[in-house]
């Protein structure tokens, strides 16, 4: 790519930063570009395909997922921080970078910045004389991974937050990082922006304008100077944006190209303030190249908890985030979180490799390797064999006039496979609308695959065949349509690790594919060759833990770990608002069905609570809210738990605080007591919600020690 040749207009969005950049491919005989098109920087960063997400700072000694602000630094003492094994674990599993979460809400920086002691400074790591950045960055340099940075916008530290002094303060903090450490290859940026917190001491809710407080066309016109190739992401870009979950999937289509909407019509879109969807697919012929990215943990949270030690992703399940986000156009930002020694658990370490052998399995032979190429037209220079090879810079393009393009490829033997992967020559602009590919079988093509966006590249899955001929036809474009790839590759052969599911009664069911034997134990310990064998569904009557593996011709599966909640088969709802919803609907075992307090007259406000005999002395060690997943609306972010041997004393919460994150992730929220409390009757309290003025539970359960 050439230099950035034209900037839009700082009138469209207020940020100068959108930028479609591009100009003339400069190859004799090129295509002309279609604007947007990406810059240097997005280029490298569309190749990049995967890097790892690092969360790490106070909440991982505490077991938040936002800190308050309020947490002292002596927490941060990590007993066996290895940056290096960190980022060579990363390495070795396929990761091309690393984004070190530098400072999270809680305002704890991990460098000795000289903007605030709340920082690694004033902790006892290393004295006070540790810089987790520099280790990381170094690290990175050391093992060929690019370095990226966090920086959050909110600080629920900070005194001076709210107010334009720590504009100055963030912006320092960012020149601090964007000088020290290195070239940078991706700036991240989220849109959790004000509410409660500390503060410097003053503990309450403070608000801002995110569409004009932080001035982000000055803050990364700032950072671009410094760092004139750095990939900016937020809700809004410029340069990647957020696709909407953190789920782990992009929708399809997933265009590269995008057109921001603002919540309120007149105001600027800036992190926090668009319109999105939840697997965001992007603007068709959208006015700026501002592609998804799709951030997702390896665990359910952001931060390491030892009690999601056993809730780490499969690697079959890594391998389907990667078909849903790599292989739909998108770049893959997968969180690994350091635990308290400041080392990747090894049960993440496991996934991760076995996530790259399946990796290695996927990518081990390229059918279409040795193929022959023909096409229906070919732009001078460009003929169908430029497909094979890979590369971007050499490519396939129709000629002007061909009104039904396709490519054909006639394979060396026959060949079986089930995947196929596609891409454009990107600097020449998103040009593909929609598309199929046809296979030869019994002496004619048939449909094997259809599609639409392609764009970085766009990798499908569709039912095995065996062929000797492929043909990929092009059924829309805007202008000429050019490929820089087609390959043909197997999905790797799969065993799944059972599913365990569960009842109001405690009755436990265990599923695997036909013909895989299961084995599980209820005690805690990994299932092996002596375990017993699933054959009907079993009770647990008090909860607990089942693990499950699969065992099929010499092959094991992943382990499932399933942690049980007591049965809620007995329980009453001794109090509750019925105006609404039946508050039954909140311990049925069905997690679709709600109680809430949105009544056909109104929403019913918060603060609401559920009062619950669990017809038996439970010793409680953590109580359970699951949340709706179709909403946010309702979705309970402030609570308190009371626990009573008699429903009439109370005392004080057994457990109060926040669901941090929420919405953005709505999974089942553990609230862990500090001590287990031999209790009959439960108080769970919804103080606040998210969105709207009514409250919602999908579920309530308890885990008994």
């Not at 403070?206 to 900016?232: A, C, F, H, M």
């Not at 909407?261 to 992190?271: I, K, R, S």
């Not at 396709?406 to 196929?420: C, G, Q, T, Y």
């Not at 805690?524 to 375990?531: A, I, K, L, R």
Request: proline share 7%; hydrophobic share 35%.
């Amino acid at each position: 790519m050439g230099k950035l040749s034209r900037l839009v207009p700082a009138a469209v969005l207020g940020l100068s930063l959108f930028a479609a950049c591009g100009g003339e491919a400069g190859i004799k005989g090129a295509l002309t570009p279609l604007k947007p098109v990406p810059s240097a920087g997005q280029l490298a960063w569309h190749d990049m395909e995967m890097y790892a997400f690092v969360h790490f700072t106070i909440n991982t000694f505490t077991g938040k997922e936002w800190g308050y602000g309020d947490e002292k630094p002596e927490l941060f003492n990590p007993s066996d921080f290895d940056a290096e094994d960190l980022v060579k674990t990363l390495a070795d599993a396929g990761f091309k970078g690393v984004v070190l979460t530098c400072k999270h809400h809680d305002g704890f920086c991990l460098w000795p910045t000289r903007t605030t002691k709340h920082s690694v400074a004033s902790s006892p790591w290393k004295q006070g004389k540790g810089d987790v950045v520099k280790d990381v960055s170094r690290a990175c340099r050391k093992y060929g991974l690019k370095f990226g940075v966090y920086l959050s916008p909110w600080d629920r530290n900070a005194s001076s937050y709210g107010s334009p002094e720590y504009i100055r303060m963030y912006r320092e903090q960012l020149k601090e990082l964007s000088t020290g450490y290195g070239p940078l290859f991706l700036a991240w940026f989220d849109g959790a922006n004000g509410g409660d917190g500390y503060y410097g001491g003053s503990r309450e809710k403070r608000s801002i304008d995110r569409s004009t407080y932080y001035q982000w066309k000055t803050t990364w016109g700032e950072l671009k100077k410094r760092q004139p190739n750095v990939v900016i992401f937020s809700d809004v870009g410029p340069d990647a944006r957020w696709v909407g979950n953190e789920s782990g999937y992009a929708g399809y289509p997933c265009w590269a190209t995008y057109t921001p909407v603002p919540l309120q019509a007149g105001t600027e879109p800036a992190p926090g303030t668009v319109r999105y969807q939840l697997g965001t697919e992007g603007t068709m012929d959208g006015k700026y190249w501002i592609p998804a990215e799709v951030d997702v943990s390896i665990r359910p949270g952001w931060f390491w908890h030892e009690h999601e030690n056993a809730r780490v992703r499969t690697p079959e399940n890594l391998l389907k985030l990667y078909f849903d986000s790599v292989g739909r156009g998108a770049n893959l930002n997968l969180n690994v979180p350091p635990d308290r020694r400041g080392r990747i658990h090894e049960e993440d370490k496991k996934s991760l490799a076995g996530f790259r052998a399946l990796l290695n399995e996927l990518y081990s032979r390229n059918f279409a390797a040795g193929a022959r190429a023909h096409s229906s037209s070919s732009w001078k220079g460009h003929g169908a064999e430029q497909a094979l090879d890979r590369k971007r810079a050499t490519y396939w393009a129709a000629a002007p006039g061909d009104k039904n393009p396709s490519l054909v490829l006639k394979l060396p033997e026959p060949a079986a496979f089930d995947v196929i992967r596609l891409a454009e020559p990107i600097q020449l602009g998103q040009r593909v609308r929609r598309f199929r590919v046809d296979v030869r079988e019994n002496g004619q093509f048939v449909k094997w695959l259809e599609g639409s966006s392609i764009g970085a590249r766009v990798l499908l899955k569709g039912r095995p065949v065996t062929t000797d001929e492929v043909r990929v036809v092009v059924e829309e474009s805007r202008d000429v349509p050019a490929l820089c790839e087609v390959s043909l590759w197997k999905y790797p052969v799969i065993l799944n690790a059972p599913s365990v599911n569960y009842d109001r009664d405690g009755r436990v069911t265990l599923a695997s594919a036909d013909g895989v034997v299961t084995r599980y134990t209820t005690d805690g310990t990994e299932p092996g060759p002596q375990s017993a064998v699933y054959r009907e569904p079993f009770l647990l009557p008090a909860g607990g833990t089942v693990k499950a593996v699969g065992e099929y011709r010499g092959r094991t599966s992943a382990v499932t770990t399933q942690v049980i909640p007591v049965p809620t088969r007995d329980w009453k709802v001794m109090a509750g608002e019925r105006g609404a919803a039946a508050p039954e609907l909140a311990i049925d075992g069905n997690p679709s069905t709600l109680w809430h307090t949105h009544a056909a007259g109104g929403e019913i406000a918060p603060p609401q609570a559920l009062e619950i005999d669990m017809g038996r002395p439970v010793n409680v060690s953590a109580v359970i809210y699951t949340p709706r997943r179709d909403s946010a609306r309702g979705t309970i972010d402030q609570y308190a738990v009371y626990l009573s041997p008699d429903g009439k004393n109370w005392g004080t919460p057994a457990a109060e605080g926040e669901f941090s994150n929420i919405r953005a992730n709505p999974v089942p929220q553990r609230i862990d007591l500090k001590a287990p409390v031999k209790a009959r009757y439960l108080r769970f309290v919804g103080k606040r919600v998210v969105e709207g003025n009514h409250v919602v539970v999908a579920e309530l359960g308890v885990l008994e020690k």
